[in-house]
């Protein structure tokens, strides 16, 4: 069966720092990848998708994340972190049936 | 104007109550659903549809049912509201990728 781990429940960087958020998946084929953001009080927005070709995703608002199949993950990054990404971030996979299963997300925290 | 629309936003209502979440979208997406949020536990699929004639049970469908009266509206109903049905609430949509584009959510309490 299809899953997401996203390991850290919680993660706190400064103002500034790099930024990695861990997700694992496990799918038997060539998976649909995402990353959802979802600041206080909203819904999920779409930072970035992997369907083919280039491993390496660009998304908005300064994020990547790498699809490596040797290792099952997607991992997101940003080179520097400002207050407004904290909020709580949505690892997917697409389930090859027209489904999602969200991994149990991951809050990220900003120190000033 | 949002693509996907939540009504009622906020909701409280008291034990054995029946209550409707309605969704509305125009994105013109054919696929619809409906999800619970918990804290700590992600998003749990809880319905979902690929056409007003198409219904399928997700994860966690016991004590929910839906209607998909047309393309754009998914209301999601609780038959008999209990306290462990206190969640956020999202309806989502989806066209021909598998890309979801959700709504704002509907924070229900049950007492």
Not at chain 1, 59 to 80: D, H, V, W, Y
Not at chain 2, 37 to 61: A, C, M, R, T
Request: net charge neutral; charged share 20%; with cysteine.
């Amino acid at each position: 069966a299809q899953s997401v781990t996203q390991p850290d429940i919680h993660i706190t960087v400064s103002e500034g720092a790099s930024l990695e958020l861990r997700c694992n998946y496990s799918y038997g084929a060539t998976p649909y990848l995402f990353w959802y953001v979802q600041s206080p009080g909203q819904g999920l927005q779409l930072l970035l998708k992997y369907f083919s070709g280039d491993t390496l995703v660009q998304g908005i608002k300064g994020f990547e994340a790498e699809f490596k199949r040797s290792q099952s993950s997607f991992n997101l990054r940003k080179p520097s972190v400002h207050w407004s990404d904290a909020a709580e971030y949505f690892c997917a996979v697409g389930a090859g049936d027209d489904k999602i299963i969200f991994g149990k997300g991951t809050r990220l925290h900003i120190l000033p | 104007d949002a693509d996907v629309t939540q009504t009622p936003r906020n909701r409280i209502t008291k034990t054995g109550k029946r209550i409707m979440l309605e969704c509305s979208q125009t994105k013109g997406h054919d696929r619809m659903y409906w999800y619970r949020q918990d804290p700590g536990l992600g998003l749990q699929l809880i319905y979902y549809s690929f056409d007003v004639k198409d219904i399928n049970k997700g994860e966690i469908s016991d004590g929910y049912s839906v209607s998909r009266q047309a393309q754009a509206k998914f209301s999601l109903s609780l038959e008999s509201a209990i306290p462990n049905q206190t969640a956020l609430y999202f309806c989502a949509t989806s066209g021909t990728s598998d890309e979801q584009f959700f709504g704002p959510g509907t924070r229900l309490t049950v007492l």
